[in-house]
C-alpha cells in the first residue's frame, strides 16, 4: 500500500515539476562585505550564482532593457556594469567619488550617482558612459528618487537633514525640504504626487507633498520590546496600485507595513538582522529584504502576510533588485 | 551666524607613542569642520556661519577674551579649555547672555555641584567614561580590576570615577596602586629598558582580570601592555580605552565624517575635536530646524526636548535637562581596532539605555535655574 502511495505521489509530482513556469523572477542582491552579487533563483529560491564586482558593492539597478545590473562600488569609486546573461562585468561608469545610491532616469540614459564624500551628486550619460554634469546637495548625499516623468530628482543628504529636489534639464536645486535626522532613502509615488523619505536616526517616514514642497505627514513606528532608538527607517517600497508602502527598521529587525491612504501602520514583519532594502516579485505577490548583520535575504508572502523563509546570500547584503 | 572658539595656548601635547602625531590644533579643526558642515547646509536656508576664532596666550585672560567675543556680537562660544579656566569664562558678566559648550572638560563637578546654567557639555564626563567600560568589563565578566593611577589631579578624577563605576555595574577593585615611577618620554625613553624592570614592580600584587589605568595625560600608560606582571589586559585611558571618538570608529557612516576631517586637519580626529565639532553642529541643527538665528530661538530648542543630533555613533544625540550633559554612546576602542560600544546590551533605564552611563537625574546634584 505504501508502495503504492509513493508511486501515485510520483506520479502526480513529474507533471507539475514540468508544468512549472520557466519564466521566474531572478533576485540580484549586493553583498558588500563579499564584493559579490549573489544571484537567486525565484521559483527555487537557491543561489544559482555569485558575481564578483568592485569593492563595498551597495546601490544596485537595472538598465532598462533588463539586459544589464549597474553597480555602485563605493571603494573603487566607479559603478560596474555588469552583462546579467554572461555574469561578467562588461564595463565601468565613472560615478565620482565614493558612489553608495543612485537611480536611473526612467527612459534608462542617465543615472544619477549620490557622491557621498564631496557634497554632490554626479549625472551619468549611461551609453556615452561619460559624466554630463554634477550638482552640489547637502552634506553625505545617500538617497536618491525620481519622478515618474523624470523631471525632478530627490536626492536626500545625511548631515544636512534635507531633500533636495532637483530640476533634471537644469541640474539645479529648486526646493529644499528638511527631514528628520539622517535622511536616506527618498520614493516617489507612482502618480508622482508624494515623496516618501526615511530617516534612519529620527527613525521616521516624511511623506513630502512633491509640488507644494511641504512635509504632510510624518509616519512613526513602534515595536514592542524593541526600543525606539533601534528603529531606523531606511529601504522603502510600494505596489503599483499605490496602496501598501513598506518600510525596512534596520536593527529593528522588522519591515513595516503602512496604509498610504491612512499612513497607519498595519503591520510589522520579523525578518533577518539590520535589514536595509527591500524589492517586491514583479507579481507584487512576494517582499525580499536584504539583512546585513543576519546574512540572509528574507522572503514575505504579501498575500498570506507571512515571512516564509530566509536565505543565506553571503557578507552583508545591502542592495537588492528583481529582474522578471 | 557667529561661532565663538575660546582657548588658550598650551604646550603641544606629545603623545609616547610615534604612532600619533603632536597637535596642535585639537578642538580647534573638529570646529572648523562642523562650521564647513554647516554652512553646506545652510546654502540651502540662507544661513551662514562663522567662527570667531578667540585663542589666548598660555596665560592669557579669560575675562579678555569672554569681552573680545562679546563685542563682536558672539553669543555661542565653544569653549575648548579645562575646567576652572570654564568656570571662569561662564561666570563673566558678558556670558550671561551667552550659552557656552564645553568641549572639552571631562570633570563630573561641571555637571552636578560646579554645573552652570549657560553650559552644555558635549565633552563626556569622566563617569559616563567610566560607566562605559565597567559595562563592558561586567558583559566580559571580567569583574576584578587593578586601579593604578597617575600623579595628575586628572587621573585622581579619573581613578574616583572608576571606583563608582565599579561598584554601579558589579566590579570590584582587588588593588590600587599609584604610578611613582617617571614618566615617559617617546625620544629619549624607548621603554625597553628602564620602564620594561619598572612595569612588573608597580603592577604586582594580587591577581586581577583587567588593570584599570587612569592616565589621562598619557604620561606612562601606553608602556603598560605587554609588560605588566600578569599576563592581563590594560584599560581605562589606555588599551581598552572608553572614549567619545576615535579614528577606529568607521560605523554609522563615520567614514565620512574621519575623511571629511584628516581632508581639512591632515591628521586624525580625536576625541577632542569630535566634541567641538558637536558643539558647532549642534548650533547648525538648532538654526536649521527652528528656522531662526535668534539666541532665544536657539537655546529654547537645544535645552527642549525635540533636539537631535546625528553624531556618526547609531542614534540620536541630545542634552540632558538636568545638568546640560550632551547623552551619547561611548566608543571602546582598542588602539587599532573598535572593540564595543557601551552602553551595552542588558543594561536596562526606563528612558533610555544612554542615561545609565554618568550621572543620571535623580542622582545629579546639579540644579538649575534656567
Known amino acids: 500500500m505504501r508502495f503504492l502511495l509513493s508511486c501515485t505521489l510520483l506520479l502526480l509530482a513529474g507533471p507539475v515539476l514540468v508544468a512549472e513556469p520557466v519564466l521566474a523572477e531572478t533576485i540580484f542582491v549586493s553583498n558588500e562585505k563579499d564584493n559579490q552579487i549573489a544571484v537567486v533563483d525565484g521559483d527555487s529560491l537557491q543561489i544559482k550564482n555569485k558575481i564578483k564586482v568592485g569593492r563595498r558593492p551597495r546601490g544596485i539597478t537595472l538598465s532598462a532593457d533588463g539586459t544589464q545590473l549597474y553597480v555602485c562600488v563605493g571603494d573603487d569609486n566607479r559603478i560596474d556594469v555588469v552583462d546579467i546573461a554572461s555574469g561578467k562585468i562588461v564595463h565601468t561608469l565613472p560615478s565620482g567619488p565614493d558612489p553608495e545610491l543612485f537611480v536611473l532616469s526612467p527612459d534608462g540614459k542617465k543615472l544619477y550617482v549620490a557622491n557621498e564624500n564631496d557634497n554632490m551628486v554626479t549625472v551619468i550619460d549611461v551609453a556615452d558612459r561619460k559624466a554630463i554634469g554634477n550638482i552640489q546637495v547637502g552634506v553625505e548625499p545617500e538617497g536618491m528618487g525620481i519622478s515618474p516623468d523624470g523631471k525632478i530628482l530627490v536626492n536626500t543628504s545625511e548631515t544636512t537633514n534635507m531633500a533636495h529636489f532637483i530640476d533634471t534639464e537644469k541640474h539645479s536645486v529648486v526646493g529644499n525640504v528638511l527631514v528628520d535626522s539622517r535622511p536616506r532613502v527618498a520614493r516617489f509615488t507612482d502618480d508622482g504626487k508624494q515623496v516618501w523619505v526615511s530617516s534612519e536616526i529620527g527613525g521616521t517616514v516624511s511623506v513630502i507633498d512633491a509640488a507644494a514642497l511641504k512635509v504632510i505627514k510624518k509616519i512613526r513606528f513602534e515595536v514592542t520590546g524593541v526600543r525606539r532608538e533601534a528603529i531606523q527607517a531606511v529601504g522603502i517600497q510600494m505596489t503599483k496600485d499605490g496602496k501598501r508602502a513598506f518600510v525596512a527598521l534596520g536593527p529593528a529587525n522588522r519591515i513595516a507595513e503602512i496604509d498610504t491612504d491612512s499612513f497607519e501602520v498595519k503591520r510589522y514583519f520579523l525578518v533577518g538582522q539590520r535589514v536595509w532594502n527591500l524589492a517586491f516579485s514583479p507579481d507584487e505577490k512576494r517582499l525580499y529584504t536584504t539583512n546585513g548583520i543576519s546574512n540572509d535575504l528574507s522572503v514575505i508572502d504579501l498575500e498570506r502576510n507571512k515571512v516564509i523563509k530566509s536565505i543565506p546570500v553571503g557578507g552583508a547584503p545591502w542592495g537588492i533588485v528583481v529582474k522578471p | ?370
Not at chain 2, 556670558?95 to 570633570?107: C, G, P, Q, V
Not at chain 2, 566634541?275 to 549642534?282: D, G, H, K, M, Q
Not at chain 2, 587599532?336 to 533605564?349: A, D, I, K, T, Y
Open chain 2, 1 to 370: 551666524m557667529l561661532i565663538g572658539y575660546l582657548a588658550r595656548q598650551e604646550d603641544p601635547r606629545t603623545p609616547l607613542s610615534f604612532l600619533e602625531p603632536v597637535a596642535t590644533d585639537e578642538g580647534l579643526q573638529g570646529a572648523r569642520l562642523a562650521l564647513a558642515d554647516n554652512n553646506t547646509t545652510g546654502v540651502f536656508l540662507k544661513q551662514s556661519y562663522r567662527l570667531v576664532e578667540q585663542v589666548l596666550p598660555q596665560d592669557g585672560d579669560i575675562a579678555a577674551g569672554v569681552k573680545a567675543l562679546a563685542d563682536e556680537g558672539v553669543r555661542f562660544v565653544v569653549a575648548d579649555l579645562p575646567a576652572d579656566a570654564l568656570l571662569a569664562a561662564a561666570d563673566q558678566p558678558e556670558a550671561k547672555s551667552m550659552l557656552l559648550f564645553n568641549a572639552r572638560a571631562t570633570d563630573d563637578a561641571l555637571r552636578n555641584e560646579q554645573c552652570r546654567a549657560n553650559i552644555l557639555h558635549t565633552a563626556p564626563s569622566r563617569r559616563m567614561l567610566a560607566d562605559a567600560l565597567a559595562q563592558y568589563l561586567a558583559w566580559k565578566k571580567w569583574p576584578r580590576w587593578s586601579l593604578l593611577t597617575g600623579r595628575d589631579p586628572g587621573d585622581t578624577l579619573y581613578a574616583e570615577a572608576v571606583r563608582r563605576a565599579a561598584k554601579r555595574f558589579g566590579g570590584k577593585i582587588v588593588a590600587e596602586k599609584s604610578w611613582t615611577f617617571d614618566t615617559g618620554n617617546r625620544r629619549t625613553d624607548t621603554g625597553v629598558t628602564t620602564i620594561q624592570s619598572d612595569i612588573p614592580l608597580a603592577t604586582q600584587g594580587p591577581d586581577y582580570d583587567v588593570l584599570v589605568v587612569a592616565d589621562e595625560a598619557g604620561d606612562f600608560g601606553d608602556y603598560l601592555d605587554g609588560r605588566t606582571w600578569y599576563p592581563r589586559p590594560v584599560a581605562g585611558t589606555q588599551g581598552l580605552t572608553a572614549t567619545a571618538w576615535s579614528r577606529v570608529n568607521e560605523q554609522w557612516g563615520g567614514t565620512q565624517l574621519q575623511s571629511r576631517f584628516e581632508k581639512l586637519a591632515g591628521r586624525w580626529m580625536t576625541q577632542r575635536d569630535y566634541a567641538a565639532w558637536l558643539a558647532v553642529r549642534s548650533v547648525g541643527e538648532a538654526a536649521a530646524r527652528t528656522n531662526a538665528t535668534g539666541f532665544g530661538d536657539l537655546t529654547g530648542y537645544l535645552h527642549g526636548p525635540d533636539f537631535e543630533l546625528a553624531g556618526f555613533k547609531g542614534e540620536a544625540l541630545s542634552f540632558r535637562a538636568w545638568d546640560g550633559q550632551m547623552r551619547q554612546p561611548i566608543l571602546i576602542a582598542g588602539p587599532r581596532m573598535l572593540v564595543s560600544v557601551s552602553p551595552q546590551e542588558g543594561f536596562l533605564h526606563p528612558v533610555t539605555p544612554l542615561d545609565t552611563l554618568g550621572d543620571d537625574a535623580p542622582e545629579s546634584k546639579c540644579r538649575l535655574n534656567r
